[in-house]
């Protein structure tokens, strides 16, 4: 099958560029070490942040217009993203100028700004299943910020505005790459009027729109128990907290995969009535048996393994990344469930219920930051379990188109 085919492409391709950041992992952990590495863990809550208000989840209105509408006017529509990206990144830079006055905080808006507009050309590759072209760019974007990130290291000494610098430019190299193979080599073209340009905008807006407290939660979710930690622990314990979470975004990386070779065949499916909300709700559960087993894995490696490939400043990694996995590994069913509200246009079904499991992380994280840091990433499963109840019984409201 295609499906089996796509997704190996893009299971291989993510680990093979993704894993260059995780090579590069020990090396910002030794050079920075635990509070330099706890402060560049903050600098990227902050681009995480500018990601909503500059994306505004247009690369998922990108996916579902192709599937809506077709590869027809798919170039008017990247353009036209990438000029509202550009007007939100420079009324941001300007603040970040004039308030702040923070030149980490302004490479982290430009960061956030050319990785919003390369989602663009990644969903794009996506969803007109050119696999090898998105994970070519995937990689040269890895290698290159990787590469930087160690030359300005050794040019100057290590620290975090160097670390950003590097994925700034490393994004717009992805990103000249992008365009390039999208509208020459695939000859998308930019067919514009003013009121084809006023259509697509009220299109990104009224797709997005609905979705940026969906994102903000989301970004509550993913961003503010770091927030907290920094603020109310030290930025060593940050450090310590933020590695355990990107070694355990490691299945993470492995999920999306999967996930970004499944959607367009799951869209098929579900426009063929192969998939129902019944359908959905089954594997949903199925999925429940596999959630446990990522986090086997992770408290299986040794713990002498944790602290001789990051160093002796994060020998409690272990148990955060044990921790992060289960609550990650509750995106299974999670995914199976959500992009069926997305295919039928339910974004402010996904939003409450977003929005509703947030709340309750946020609360979760206060009461467990009060008591000890240990305990703070069980908010992550409290949260998510409750989101997948929520979708698994709303799903019933949804009509099938």
């Known amino acids: 099958m295609k499906v089996i085919k796509d997704s ?7 680990l093979i560029s993704r894993s260059i950041p995780f090579l590069l992992l020990p090396y910002l952990t030794r050079t920075l070490g635990s509070a330099g590495f706890g402060e560049l863990s903050y600098y990227q809550v902050i681009i995480a942040l500018g990601l909503i208000f500059i994306g505004f989840s247009q690369d998922g209105a990108l996916v579902r217009y192709y599937y809506r509408y077709g590869r027809s006017g798919l170039g008017s529509l990247i353009f036209v993203g990438m000029i ?3 007007i939100v990144c420079t009324l941001l830079s300007l603040i970040v100028l004039f308030i702040f006055n923070d030149v980490i905080i302004l490479y982290a808006v430009w960061a956030a700004y050319s990785q919003s507009m390369l989602a663009l050309f990644f969903g794009a590759q996506q969803c007109q299943r050119h696999p090898i072209n998105y994970i070519s760019i995937q990689f040269l974007n890895a290698l290159v910020s990787a590469g930087l ?6 040019l100057f000494e290590p620290g975090v505005q160097y670390r950003i610098l590097a994925m700034f430019i490393a994004n717009g190299t992805g990103l000249a790459a992008s365009v390039f193979i999208f509208y020459f080599l695939q000859e998308n073209t930019i067919k514009l009027s003013l009121k084809l340009f006023k259509k697509m905008f009220l299109y990104n807006m009224a797709f997005g729109l609905p979705l940026l ?3 903000l939660s989301f970004f509550a979710k993913g961003q503010v128990d770091r927030l907290l930690v920094y603020k109310m622990f030290s930025s060593s314990i940050l450090g310590v907290y933020s590695v355990g979470y990107q070694l355990a975004s490691i299945f993470a990386i492995l999920l999306m995969a999967i996930n970004k070779a499944a959607v367009p065949y799951y869209y098929d499916h579900i426009k063929n009535g192969k998939v129902t909300k019944f359908v959905a709700k089954k594997y949903a559960l199925l999925s429940l048996v596999i959630v446990p087993v990522p986090m086997i894995i992770f408290w299986l490696i040794p713990q002498d393994i944790y602290v001789w490939v990051l160093g002796v400043d994060f020998e409690h990694a272990k148990y955060y990344t044990i921790i992060f996995v289960l609550g990650l590994a509750l995106t299974i069913p999670y995914l199976i469930l ?3 509200y997305f295919y039928h246009g ?6 409450f219920c977003t929005i509703s499991s947030a709340a309750v992380y946020v609360i979760f994280v206060f009461i467990f930051a009060g008591i000890e840091i240990q305990y703070v990433p069980y908010a992550m499963i409290i949260s998510n379990f409750i989101m997948n109840a929520m979708l698994f019984f709303y799903i019933d409201k949804v009509e099938e188109k």
């Open 213 to 215: 407290l969906h994102q």
């Open 346 to 351: 339910k974004n402010a079904m996904i939003a």
């Open 84 to 86: 509202q990206e550009t």
């Open 149 to 154: 990130t160690v030359l300005l290291f050794s």
């Open 8 to 14: 190996v492409i893009y299971i291989t391709g993510d």
């Open 338 to 340: 959500v992009n069926f």
